[in-house]
């Protein structure tokens, strides 16, 4: 039996931070190619977050057909009822934005990913208890959520992390 291909769900946070690497062109190409081969997804939110992030939307705005996942598997039963268990478990997610976005992408992104069996990417710490990664492994939802450069590497994007860029709070969160 061969190997299911990793998919994976990228929050808005991924996508603003490679603006600021030298090769972000280079990124932002290799990111639209495993979108165009589904390996590569986002959800609604996630774009209507990134549209006050000038460079960033305007390196993606044009491949966002290739990017969402589709109405009808974002919005399904499965993951409504996800929504609604993160609404119960995981408030946090809606409470970070202050009462400014009702809608949030960060719920959906893991509800989905949860659903489909995606692996959410995200920057936000993985040690924290109100953050997406927390949320990730509540009972009942446990989807695997990963960092934005363990994405690049693990996708091949990226082949050279400096030991430097490794997260200390990541590195000793290891198992716990």
Request: proline content about 4%; hydrophobic content about 40%; overall charge negative.
């Amino acid at each position: 039996m061969a190997d299911k291909k990793t998919i994976y769900v990228i929050d808005t946070d991924v996508l603003v931070r490679i603006r600021a690497r030298k090769d972000s062109t280079e990124i932002y190409a290799a990111l639209v190619k495993m979108a165009e081969k589904g390996e590569l997804k986002t959800v609604r939110q996630v774009f209507d977050e990134l549209e006050s992030h000038g460079s960033a939307f305007k390196a993606l705005s044009n491949h966002k057909a290739k990017f969402l996942v589709p109405l009808k598997d974002q919005y399904c039963e499965g993951v409504q009822k996800l929504i609604e268990e993160l609404g119960n478990k995981a408030q946090y997610l809606w409470e970070q934005t202050g009462g400014k976005n009702p809608d949030p992408a960060d719920p959906w992104l893991i509800a989905v990913a949860t659903h489909y069996g995606y692996t959410v990417v995200t920057n936000e710490s993985q040690i924290s208890q109100t953050r997406i990664p927390a949320a990730c492994k509540i009972e009942g939802i446990g989807c695997k959520c990963i960092s934005g450069p363990h994405f690049l590497v693990e996708a091949a994007i990226v082949t050279e992390i400096k030991p430097e860029h490794i997260s200390v709070a990541a590195f000793f969160a290891e198992g716990s």
